[in-house]
């Protein structure tokens, strides 16, 4: 054989890369061989279309893989274009060509994080990861003479004449043995290869084949990308497989988002919305992102520039032919192609849940059950920002019918002398619904949210008001439930409650801010209330926080009494005969309008012994 060349300087540092390993996902060298046969096919075919001398059958063309063990060896084998000794010396030797000339750009720039490489194809040399030597034989159309090109890397590579009938490449990587960390063996298996190609490979266009143990050829991609299809011509059933397949998902998703955009940026993406939450998906582990292809060829899994945290539950793929391939992540989520696809896509995605919102309430409301709490997040996260963008895809339960509304239902709903969009906290649907203060809100005839879930006030404190309308807790600070007549007969029985009102207060003033008549009960006694600010739901949730002994954040306290209910007037009895009894009264009260509201007691065998002692009392 001829004596061995060196490659260039920068090819030469490409191929340290390759050989040294520094890039952990070795899995892809098959991907860029396979995708340089495809293009050789796809270079052969355009050229019979150029020169009538050239007479082939497109459906001819194919890539052969084969894994020989005993050797060590994988082959490629195309029958396209081929390569001549020039082509080898100038495409093999040197790094003139697309993936691989992005490499080079990010050298001159000086880009140091080179862990990323491969996807971006690095191309031919990515065979040196996994191969100790590489030999290529070629034969080009229309030539007479076959050539091999033969490389172990660092001594640079040798070409000479070889024998190849047929016009194509071969390729063939001698497998670098085990070393500690690194199990090169697992590419000889055949299964690897196999499942390598159906990851990696599946949307190549022409076949790519396999020797079945039979002897038979199998082919092992799919060759069409669904999501290159015209939509009319994709069936659900045919999404809905796609989507299990790919994304490993046991049920249909929610909605299926197929999308084809042409202008200044073009791309195909297909998305999926999932109808349950995967096992992981509120934890660290998870993470989002699309896949992302250029032509078909697949460039990497999950892109997480292309969604926003708030809609990070949405699975599926982008395929642009205008994406920059750079090798730099960085570079990557500056790419301002791949900015506007995402805004295109969070827009489309929006539309889509609306869609499903009022054409498949059901589907919806279990899409919501999974990801709501999502939604929510991001409406928290960004301080507001995404209102526009989430705040009608939000649901709450009510007192309407108990289900989930809109707050646009909600707002439709609204009386004419309605201003603010109420709401409570509470455990469950039941419990808000039977908390004092719901009753007579809903009498008026009054809609209530009901939040159930830990982050809904921080929600509503975060967004503020829908349509103009704030929202208004029913248990905090004051509510404007009353005419006129209300008002003035609770103002006459609150002063003729003055005593007991200012001694209750007196023996509650560790514990509450005032002790008042209520404008919001109906039927019961007692309840209590916070003061704008810091509401019981929020001390709730905050004391569960690790620091939460240091910031001691307590909602300030109200205690209400009923004006219509006969308590106050046994209270008044009490304080002007029994005042004794004034003290152990006050704390029941206080502890079981705490027990009401879902808060702890302080003491619950002084209350149980209180209790106790009260009914002892009873004539
Ligand atoms: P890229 O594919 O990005 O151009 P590569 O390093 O993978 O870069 O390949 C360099 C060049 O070598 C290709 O552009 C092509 O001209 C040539 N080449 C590689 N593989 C084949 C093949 N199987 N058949 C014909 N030409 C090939």
Redesign the pocket.
């Known amino acids: 054989m001829a004596a061995n060349k060196p490659f260039k300087a920068e090819s030469q540092r490409l191929l340290d890369l390759m050989i040294n390993s520094i890039y952990t996902n070795k899995d892809i060298f098959l991907r860029?061989l396979i995708s340089?046969?495809s293009?050789?096919c796809d270079k052969l075919y355009f050229a019979s279309l150029e020169d009538e001398s050239i007479q082939i059958d497109r459906t001819q063309l194919h890539i052969e893989v084969s894994v020989d063990k005993e050797a060590r060896t994988i082959t490629i084998k195309?029958n396209?274009?081929?390569?001549d000794l020039s082509?080898m010396e100038d495409?093999?030797g040197t790094i003139?060509?697309?993936?691989?000339l992005a490499f080079k750009q990010a050298l001159e720039k000086g880009v140091e994080d080179v862990d990323i490489i491969g996807q971006f194809?690095v191309?031919?040399?990515s065979a040196f990861m996994v191969s100790d030597k590489v030999t290529v034989i070629?034969k080009k159309i229309n030539a007479n003479q076959a050539f091999i090109f033969e490389s172990s890397g660092v001594d640079g590579y040798v070409v000479d004449e070889a024998d190849k009938e047929d016009v194509g490449?071969i390729?063939t990587c001698h497998i670098k043995e085990n070393i500690e960390d690194e199990d090169y063996d697992r590419f000889l298996e055949e299964y690897t290869i196999r499942s390598l190609i159906k990851q990696y490979s599946d949307y190549i266009r022409y076949p790519i084949k396999m020797k079945k143990e039979e002897g038979e050829m199998e082919t092992l991609n799919s060759m069409i990308p669904l999501w290159k299809r015209s939509k009319s011509d994709v069936t659900m059933d045919e999404y809905h497989s796609f989507y299990k397949d790919k994304f490993y998902d046991f049920e249909d998703p929610a909605k299926v988002i197929h999308m084809n955009v042409e202008g200044t940026l073009s791309f195909t993406s297909l998305l999926f919305i999932p109808k349950k939450a995967p096992f992981n998906f509120y934890s660290n582990e998870f993470e989002k992102g699309l896949q992302l292809y250029s032509k078909g060829v697949f460039i990497m899994d999950k892109a997480k520039d292309l969604l926003g945290d708030h809609f990070r539950f949405v699975r599926g793929l982008v395929d642009s032919p205008d994406l920059n391939l750079n090798i730099s992540r960085e570079i990557l989520q500056q790419d301002r192609q791949l900015k506007s696809i995402a805004q295109r896509l969070e827009k489309k995605i929006k539309s889509e849940l609306i869609s499903l919102l009022t054409s498949d309430r059901e589907t919806y409301e279990t899409f919501y059950t999974a990801f709501g709490n999502q939604l929510k997040y991001g409406l928290y996260q960004s301080y507001g920002m995404n209102k526009e963008l989430l705040i009608d895809l939000i649901l709450f339960y009510s007192s309407y019918e108990k289900k989930f509304v809109t707050l646009a239902e909600y707002v439709a709903r609204m009386k004419d002398d309605q201003k603010e969009i109420y709401f409570v906290s509470a455990k469950s649907v039941d419990q808000a619904d039977r908390l004092p203060a719901s009753e007579r809100v809903k009498d008026k005839g009054f809609e209530i949210l009901y939040l159930v879930d830990d982050i809904d006030e921080f929600v509503l404190q975060m967004v503020r008001d829908y349509q103009d309308k704030p929202f208004k807790s029913i248990n905090q600070g004051d509510l404007d439930l009353n005419d006129e007549n209300e008002k003035e007969a609770i103002k006459d029985a609150t002063e003729k409650s003055k005593d007991v009102l200012e001694a209750l207060k007196e023996k509650l003033k560790d514990k509450v801010e005032d002790v008042r008549l209520s404008t919001r009960l109906k039927t019961h006694p007692v309840c209590l209330v916070s003061t704008d600010g810091v509401s019981f739901e929020m001390e709730k949730v905050l004391s569960q926080m690790p620091d939460a002994k240091d910031q001691n954040i307590k909602a300030k306290r109200i205690l209400e009494l009923n004006p219509e209910h006969p308590l106050l007037q046994t209270l008044n009895r009490l304080n002007e005969s029994q005042s004794e009894l004034l003290d152990d009264v006050a704390s029941v009260l206080y502890d079981q309008a705490c027990l009401i509201e879902g808060l702890p007691i302080e003491d619950p065998v002084g209350f149980a012994l209180k209790l106790s002692n009260l009914l002892t009392q009873v004539h």
């Open positions: 860029e340089n046969a293009d050789a195309d396209g274009i081929g390569m082509d495409n093999l003139a060509k697309s993936g691989s194809g191309g031919f040399y070629s490449t390729i």
